[in-house]
């Protein structure tokens, strides 16, 4: 079986949001960043997020992994997996993603600002990065194949795509790992520099204990 990593568009959402959300939309931090997600009205809000962040963002760059072997219901070919590349460069700024979402996306003001507060949790090693480090950096912000298609190469296609383009920018990585994915990271040159866990907050009950992710990097080809 091969593979071929192409650029995902706006028309592939509607192939890809459903297989993505099938195989990670029950993890705690996905289910409260994007609600409802394994509904097809969930899907579509979230499709809608998506688009909105790409048109605000011109530096989001979607890739597929592609059977070469196998098509989607328009004949095109079917996508087993995808990754979501973000370039962040000097003089800019950016909305982050709870912020792409409509008041109404959660059922009260308490999910929300759990929510919020999640994210907020997550998003500080990225932040430190982005704010003393050198620009641009290339940040590997959503990376799934679909289980039938794990372990076969497909998933370091999609990091290796993104490693290519930091080292054309000479950019440093970073990617917010999952342990599952973290064998996989430290095969295409990051290391693990902080495990992330969620800020304590009484308001909350302590709804999630541990680790959020491990915050990894992979440094830039050449010495600034």
């Not at 099938?22 to 609600?35: E, Y």
């Not at 219901?73 to 709870?98: C, H, L, M, N």
Request: aromatic share 12%.
């Amino acid at each position: 079986m091969s593979f071929e990593i192409l650029p995902a568009t706006k028309e592939d959402f509607k192939f890809f949001i459903p297989p993505l959300f099938k195989a990670m939309g029950l993890a705690h931090f996905v289910a409260t960043l994007w609600p409802d997600n394994q509904t097809e009205q969930g899907q579509q809000r979230a499709i809608q997020r998506f688009m909105t962040e790409m048109d605000d963002h011109s530096g989001i760059r979607w890739i597929k992994a592609v059977d070469t072997t196998a098509t989607e219901a328009d004949d095109s070919r079917k996508i087993v997996g995808i990754a979501q590349w973000a370039v962040f460069e000097p003089d800019r700024t950016y909305r982050e993603v709870p912020y792409y979402a409509p008041d109404d996306l959660w059922p009260n003001k308490l999910e929300r600002d759990y929510a919020i507060h999640l994210w907020e949790s997550y998003i500080q090693p990225r932040r430190k990065v982005l704010r003393e480090d050198t620009l641009p950096v290339v940040n590997l912000q959503i990376l799934c194949v679909w289980p039938e298609y794990r372990k076969r190469g497909a998933g370091g296609q999609l990091v290796d795509w993104g490693n290519r383009l930091a080292d054309d920018l000479n950019a440093v990585c970073i990617v917010e790992a999952s342990g599952m994915g973290q064998p996989l990271y430290e095969k295409f040159g990051y290391e693990v520099q902080e495990l992330v866990g969620l800020k304590d907050d009484a308001r909350f009950n302590r709804r999630m204990d541990g680790t959020i992710h491990r915050f990894m990097v992979r440094p830039r080809r050449k010495a600034i």
